[in-house]
Antibody, heavy 117, light 107 residues
Framework: EVQLVESGGGLVQPGGSLRLSCAASGFTFRSSWMSWVRQAPGKGLQWVANINQDGSEKYYVDSVKGRFTISRDNAKNSLYLQMSSLRAEDTAVYYC??????????WGQGTLVTVSS | DIQMTQSPSSVSASVGDRVTITCRASQGIGSWLAWYQQKPGKAPNLLIS???SLQSAVPSRFSGSGSGTDFTLTISSLQPEDFATYYCQQANSFPYTFGQGTKLEIK
């Protein structure tokens, strides 16, 4: 059974930093593209970032470029999102998802990031 | 960026009804269109990929069609567990974008 378990969310002040983690199991993590998708409270879904199998290709939505960094550790079956210079508008549930054949096929349960003073 | 527009934004229907949700892309995306279902407090669940390919374990009452800029998701006979919010998503080009969602409510 595929499992994606996010952690690391919490309350952070504007301008602060946070690192999200996603532990993967039940599939061949090292062979999979991976993604972060977020959802602001009461709002729709927004793709945030993608990373390829070996971490050599990374893509971001413009609003997080230069502030967020996606990375992975295939030895640990883990995906990360380092977030810095956080803004109120970054407040959201952040989902880790596998990305296969151009779709987000498996999702974690999400971790809430709240940016507020 | 490619804008995805869903209609309606919300719809009320009864168990057994046929419901159609449309998704329009601001430019052609071929068949790079997926549909997701999301229930309150839960992660989205992939229903359909490549515009019309039903994922395994998804009931056959769900179907998708379309190509280019216009797409539809149809639920042939609504069941109680289908009341949720539905999103379309394009993967033709970065940034991948979602529609604003269609909330399907019980009449």
């Amino acid at each position: 059974e595929v499992q994606l378990v996010e952690s690391g969310g919490g309350l952070v002040q504007p301008g602060g930093s946070l690192r999200l983690s996603c532990a993967a199991s039940g599939f061949t993590f090292r062979s999979s593209w991976m993604s972060w998708v977020r959802q602001a409270p009461g709002k729709g879904l927004q793709w945030v970032a993608n990373i390829n199998q070996d971490g050599s290709e990374k893509y971001y939505v413009d609003s997080v470029k230069g502030r967020f960094t996606i990375s992975r550790d295939n030895a640990k079956n883990s995906l990360y999102l380092q977030m810095s210079s956080l803004r109120a508008e970054d407040t959201a549930v952040y989902y880790c998802a596998s990305f296969t054949a151009m779709v987000f096929d498996y999702w974690g349960q999400g971790t809430l990031v709240t940016v507020s003073s | 960026d490619i804008q995805m527009t869903q209609s309606p934004s919300s719809v009320s229907a009864s168990v057994g009804d046929r419901v159609t949700i449309t998704c329009r892309a601001s430019q052609g995306i071929g068949s790079w269109l997926a549909w997701y279902q999301q229930k309150p407090g839960k992660a989205p669940n992939l229903l359909i990929s490549a515009a019309s390919s039903l994922q395994s374990a998804v009931p056959s009452r769900f179907s998708g069609s379309g190509s280019g800029t216009d797409f539809t998701l149809t639920i042939s006979s609504l069941q109680p567990e289908d009341f949720a919010t539905y999103y379309c998503q394009q993967a033709n080009s970065f940034p991948y974008t979602f529609g604003q969602g269609t909330k399907l409510e019980i009449k």
